[in-house]
Structure formats: structure tokens, C-alpha cells
């Protein structure tokens, strides 16, 4: 889930202010984590405080999105999650937002098994983010970090990612018909994120190779980052700058979360 904030975190400045080429500073002090971490460390939250087989995740997910959402309420969510995040009765409300898979990595790196990620990836979802390609594109998300971390090739976890989306167009394609930050929503940006992750050469080229393609930069960052972390892993002097960013009650659950999942992947 690293791979996911700090691919959030870089995006931060180009969201609203694209720039559709490689060449740029990668972290500089004018970066800032934004909703798309926040939600992140929420999902990992919810799978640590979650029982050993899950059956509760859904209930979880919802209390740690809530709860950890209200710390940080000014980090760019969407109106209709706001009104979700402070109700009293969080309903899911057919939203199929990118934010299904930009909060979804935790998920990918929890999962023993591609069918475990589905099933982990839908608990997650469907408390707010219910419509069809909202659970579809955090599917995929997760589904292709697990693919990663399986060892699998590009051309395996292509061709699984093709049965959800079509990934013709290119990066360069991409570029060229950049017109803004576009629509918020899985059906754009998953085509996105996963063009610069086939596309990648490492994890920083395929986070720059987001940043490029304009749009809304942090979350196909996170998206593509979150893979690419499971396929790369992050450089160490990418992973030391982390701290630089978060406040400590994020970067405890980043902490708490890699030795959880550490653990867990052990017991496999």
C-alpha cells in the first residue's frame, strides 16, 4: 500500500494542474497526502481490526473509513462521500467514483489468492461504492496486485485485467487526447493506471508515466502505484521520503499494516 500513498502523494500537485510530460521533481514540498490515503490507511485499518476470517470486514471497513475520514476532512473527498463519511447511517449510494480503487491496495496485499481478493475487494466496496464498475474496477485493482506479488508476468496479469477492461490505447494515445482532469470515475481511470503500469519500466516510471497522462493525477497514481509497488517494490530512497508527508497517526497504520500483512504472508 506504500506504493499506492506515495504514488497519491506525488500526483497531489497535478491533479488540477496536469503536466503531460515525465520530466518533473518527484517529491518536493509542495506534494501533500490527499482523501486517496487517507481512505487507503482506512481499508488497512479495517483489515487489521477485522476477524481472522473477515466475515465482519464490511462493518469495519465502514467504522475505520468513518472514523479515520473525520481526522483529515479537508483532503479533497467527493461531495457524496463527505455526506457518507459523517452520517449516522452510511448507506451505499451506487457510486462507481475511482475511489473504489484508489483506497483498494491493502486488500491486494491482505489476499492469499486471486478469488480471496475478490471477495476482500467487494467487503471494501460495496459499503459505499456499490455500483457495478465501482466494484469492478477495485476488483481489478486489488486482483492485479495480487497477480503481482504471485510473481506473475505483465502478459499474465494483462491478459486477466483485459476480461475487465479494453487496454488498447496507449500511453502516448493517452497524452494526446488529454482534455483536463476529466470524470472521477473506474471507467476512466483504471484504463489509466494500468496502461503506465504495463507500460513501466519501474515503479518511479510507471508513477511518472501517470502524472503524464493528465487526469486526475493522484488517484491513477495510486492505482498503478499500488501494483507497481507489488511487481517492483519502491526504492528505499523513495520509501525513506514517506515520512516527510504523513502525520503519525497515518504512518502508524503504514507501519502496523506491513508488519500484519508480513505476518500473514508468512503463514501462507
Known sequence: MIGAIIGDIVGS????HNYLDKDFEFLTPRCRFTDDTVMT????QA???SAPDFSDLSEKAVAAMQRIGRMYPNCGYGARFVHWMFSDDPQPYNSCGNGSAMRVSPVGF???SVGEAKALSAAVTRVSHDHPEGMKGAEAAAVAIVMARQGRTKEEIRAEMEKYYDLSTTVEQYRKSWNGHGREICQVSLPQALACFFEG???EDVIR??????????TIAAIAGG???AFYGVPESIRARLGDYLPEPLAQICADFAGWAGEREAKT
Open 13 to 16: 500537485r497535478f491533479e488540477f
Open 41 to 44: 490507511c482506512a481499508v488497512a
Open 47 to 49: 483489515l487489521m481490526d
Open 110 to 112: 491482505a489476499a492469499r
Open 201 to 203: 519500466e519501474s515503479y
Open 209 to 218: 508515466s501517470c502524472i503524464s497522462v493528465g487526469g486526475d493525477s493522484d
Open 227 to 229: 501494483v507497481a509497488e
